[in-house]
Every structure is written in structure tokens, then in C-alpha cells.
């Protein structure tokens, strides 16, 4: 399987046309069998209401997910057309008085599910108002069994060990942050991820600045596939990187039966070892 994570910059559009250029562009250019995007790309929509709606947090949120069928019936013409899977830019979902921040997952075949980002942020509690949703899910696919943890939820050790218990191997993790340590912070998490359930994680961030959109001015980061170095993948667990803050796909070809060979055979076995952590404080 073949794997492309986008640094993906934001951008203006004076109309969804030039929207659909742009996703179209990237997916014809990724060269891959599943492609991910980054956590809240899909905010660059605010910019088709003008300036003044993309500059207000709450007006900006609505913008963008008044879009929503269009964006989808797009992402369903080009998984089909290219015969791939694509974890769509998240963004915001309205089921009730504030929205969730979902991420969509496509295949050929067209929209296979969603996952919805548990835990929310400083700025999305205090400033934002978007809620988190509890429930995760693993997507049984064509390529694997597959889980999304979505940019700070990759930081908690229990959301990725339960897909992991559940089934997945490909953890997806579409991230957007505005500082350096932001994104390490994500990185970290996402490689301990790999590390501890013996599987691949694939993170990818929003890159460059915005000065017409606040929730997004600024944007750091790098695209990055990877994996436990436990024997089995690289020493680094880097499986592939791109550069600091440069837009573009990072790709690398994956099987899965290695992370089946990781938690039977590993140099270490956390995936296995896991149960047998005792809290004993004295």
C-alpha cells in the first residue's frame, strides 16, 4: 500500500471552483492508494464568504460547513476517479448547538465513515467553542483496518491503545498546529503511538501562515509516516519525513503484515507487554 500525507497550506478562493481545482490537483499529484490531509484544512472554505466571515471565529465555522455536501460529493468523485482512499481535511460538523471537528474517511466506493476528535484543545474549549464527541471507531477497508486520532487526541495513550485492542494497524492522525512545539508535541505523541501498540501512524499538518483567517494564521509542522523501531521498520521510526513547513506529499510504501510481525516478533513487545503495567504507589 501506498501512503501520501500532505503538508497542506491554506489558501483564498474567490469560489468553490477554485476549491475544486485545488483538492483535485493534489489528489491526481499524490501517486498513492491512500492519501491523508490535515486537521481543519477544510477551514480554508471560510474564505468563499468574504473577508469579513473568514476573519470572525464563529461566523467562519458556519461558512465552512455549509459546504459540506459539496465537499463530499467532490471527495467521492475523486476517490472513485483515482481508485483510492482519502481521509478528507477535518472541519466543523453541526449536530447540535456547537459543532463537532470531523474528519471523513472515502474509498472508491464512496464515504466509508467518519471520526469525530474526542479531546479538544485549550483553544477550541476557551476561544472556539467546538466540543469534542466521544466514540471512537476502526474502519475495516480494503487496505487494513484503520483508526484517525485527530491532531491533540494522539497525545493520550488510552485513545490509541483502545483502536489498537480493536483491531487497527494504520493510525491517521491529521494535525494542525500553530507553533513548534505544537507540532512536537503531536509528533511525540503519534511516535509514541507507533512505539507502544507496534503499528504505523501517519500525521499530517497544516503548513505556512493565513493573515486573513485567526483560527488558522499561523501554521507549523511537518508531514511524516511512522512506525516502532522495534526491529522490524527503521531504527528512528521516521519511516518517511518531508522538510519544516514545506507544502507537498510525503509518501512511503507500506505492508501491513509488518506490524503483524512487530507484535509477534519485535526486538520488544509493548503491544503484548501492555497489560502487565502495575500502578503500585508506596
Known amino acids: 500500500m501506498k501512503i501520501a500525507s500532505a503538508a497542506y497550506p491554506i489558501d483564498w478562493f474567490d469560489d468553490f471552483d ?91 466506493d464512496g464515504r466509508i465513515g467518519h471520526q469525530d476528535k474526542q479531546i479538544m484543545t485549550r483553544f477550541e474549549r476557551e476561544e472556539w467553542d467546538v466540543v469534542g464527541k466521544p466514540g471512537l471507531r476502526v474502519f475495516d477497508t480494503a ?30 492522525v491529521p494535525s494542525c498546529t500553530d507553533t513548534v512545539a505544537g507540532f512536537h508535541r503531536v509528533r511525540i505523541g503519534a511516535m509514541a503511538r507507533a512505539l507502544e501498540s507496534q503499528c504505523v501512524v501517519v500525521q499530517a499538518p497544516t503548513v505556512g501562515n493565513c493573515d486573513w483567517m485567526p483560527a488558522l494564521d499561523e501554521n507549523r509542522g511537518r508531514a511524516s509516516i511512522y512506525g516502532p523501531p522495534d526491529g522490524f521498520w527503521p531504527e528512528t521510526g521516521i519511516i518517511a519525513e518531508g522538510g519544516m513547513d514545506a507544502p507537498g506529499w510525503v509518501r512511503a510504501e507500506i505492508d501491513l503484515a509488518r506490524v503483524r510481525d512487530s507484535r509477534r516478533a519485535g526486538a520488544v513487545l509493548p503491544f503484548a507487554h501492555w497489560p502487565e503495567q502495575k500502578l503500585c504507589l508506596s
Open 18 to 108: 477554485a476549491y475544486r481545482a485545488k483538492l483535485t490537483h493534489w489528489v491526481e499529484t499524490a501517486q498513492a492508494d491512500l492519501l491523508v490531509f490535515p486537521e481543519y484544512a477544510s477551514m480554508e472554505l471560510a474564505s468563499l464568504g468574504g473577508r469579513d466571515v473568514a476573519g470572525d471565529l464563529e461566523a467562519s465555522l458556519h461558512e465552512v460547513a455549509r459546504h459540506a455536501p459539496a465537499v463530499e460529493a467532490l471527495h467521492q468523485q475523486l476517490a472513485a476517479r483515482h481508485g483510492c482512499h482519502i481521509l478528507a481535511a477535518s472541519g466543523p460538523a453541526f449536530e447540535g448547538p456547537r459543532p463537532v471537528n470531523r474528519a471523513v474517511l472515502y474509498g472508491p
Open 143 to 172: 487496505m487494513g483496518r484503520i483508526g484517525i486520532l485527530i491532531c491533540y487526541d494522539s497525545e493520550f495513550p488510552l485513545l490509541g491503545r483502545a483502536l489498537a485492542e480493536a483491531g487497527a494497524e494504520l493510525l491517521l
